[in-house]
């Protein structure tokens, strides 16, 4: 992967993101902190796995040679996340500071290694596969529990119907 591929596959996930906040969006309030299906995160656990552990902190890891272990643990980001509005806002922040940092991102980043608190290193563009699979993982659970819930989750194709700066054309 090279910067020219790494700014495609980043736009392809911006557009993807919209849909994610868009899906968390469709989600009742009372639903965020509800498993709706045992031994599985919850809807606000996902969101702080996925928004902060994901796709800002391997991000940032990439922009910088290091993914450092979150200061705050995604538990206690799910304590301070009590309602549906702190969610999406946590959502979003994350999203913000990822994108800024993928600005960041070229050839040198993608091919450099990146050290990792899991025992392990990757490269950069190895990295972003992660965000991606990882992403696109629990996105998809997102919308089982959406429809385990009796939510209808939005269209996963409907980019045009995602917020301005997630719909195409629309940068970020």
């Known amino acids: 992967m090279n910067s020219d591929d790494f700014t495609d596959a980043w736009d392809d996930l911006r557009l993807r993101y919209g849909i994610y906040l868009r899906l968390l969006g469709a989600l009742p309030d009372p639903l965020f902190h509800q498993s709706p299906i ?3 995160r919850t809807p606000a656990e996902l969101v702080a796995h996925v928004s902060g552990t994901v796709v800002r902190g391997i991000t940032l890891g990439i922009a910088t040679g290091e993914i ?3 200061e705050e643990s995604e538990s206690d ?3 301070r996340l009590g309602s549906k509005a702190s969610v999406l806002d946590f959502a979003l922040d994350s999203w913000d500071v990822a994108a800024a940092a993928a600005r960041s991102v070229g050839d040198r980043e993608l091919a450099a290694t990146v050290r990792s608190p899991w025992e392990m290193s990757f490269t ?3 990295a972003f596969g992660i965000i991606r699979d990882e992403f696109m993982h ?3 659970q997102l919308y089982a529990y959406s429809r385990a819930m ?3 989750p939005p269209s996963m194709w409907r980019f045009d ?4 700066g997630f719909s195409p054309g629309g940068g970020g």
């Open 38 to 40: 045992q031994g599985m």
């Open 68 to 70: 450092l272990a979150p």
């Open 77 to 79: 980001v799910v304590a």
């Open 124 to 126: 950069g563009a190895e």
């Open 138 to 140: 629990h996105r998809g």
């Open 150 to 152: 009796a939510v209808a």
């Open 161 to 164: 119907q995602n917020a301005p």
